[in-house]
């Protein structure tokens, strides 16, 4: 199923299985069940699919998105969230240039949106703290590419709009 689609790359979800796939060209839409023919590639320490084409088999629902916390959004192999729907909370730290930074237990979070809502345009003063639902991606250390064991250095978070960040209660 297509969870997320931007800038000629689409992630897929199987159950608790996720991939990254470039696509050129005409790109399916979110909650198409589709199928795809290429290559795996290595990005940042993940794999992903570099696709020589794709095809709409059905339509499927979005899955679950996973309530994370800090420590499933670092796991390493095995228990890994990249490239899968979740939903975190935390505070934010303030507005980027394509979206806002916030805090989740002590690991930085880069939510990436095209349109910021109204209630986080002071973020960088009042830092509330948020709910998102969006696909997951790690950042790794680049010493996973010569083979040692790497590490979470962050989280991105893409976002499809303002309507997957929701403000919560906030006694701070």
Not at 2 to 11: E, K, L, M, S, W
Not at 61 to 89: C, F, H, I, Y
Not at 163 to 172: F, G, I, N, R, T
Request: charged fraction near 25%; glycine fraction near 12%.
């Amino acid at each position: 199923t297509v969870t997320y689609v931007a800038n000629g790359t689409i992630f897929l979800q199987r159950e608790s299985d996720g991939l990254k796939v470039h696509v050129t060209g005409k790109l399916p839409v979110v909650g198409d069940e589709v199928t795809v023919e290429g290559t795996p590639s290595l990005e940042g320490g993940h794999v992903v699919f570099v696709a020589k084409g794709w095809k709409r088999v059905g339509e499927g629902e979005l899955p679950e998105a996973l309530a994370v916390k800090s420590d499933d959004l670092v796991s390493g192999e095995g228990k890994t969230v990249n490239a899968l729907r979740v939903t975190v909370e935390g505070r934010t730290i303030g507005v980027t240039e394509n979206g806002f930074a916030m805090n989740v237990d002590g690991v930085p979070v880069n939510v990436m949106l095209p349109t910021l809502p109204d209630f986080l345009s002071d973020c960088d003063r009042t830092h509330p703290v948020v709910s998102v639902t969006g696909i997951a991606e790690q950042m790794l250390d680049q010493s996973i590419l010569l083979g040692r064991e790497g590490y979470v250095m962050g989280v991105k978070i893409d976002v499809a709009g303002p309507e997957d960040v929701v403000l919560k209660p906030d006694l701070a």
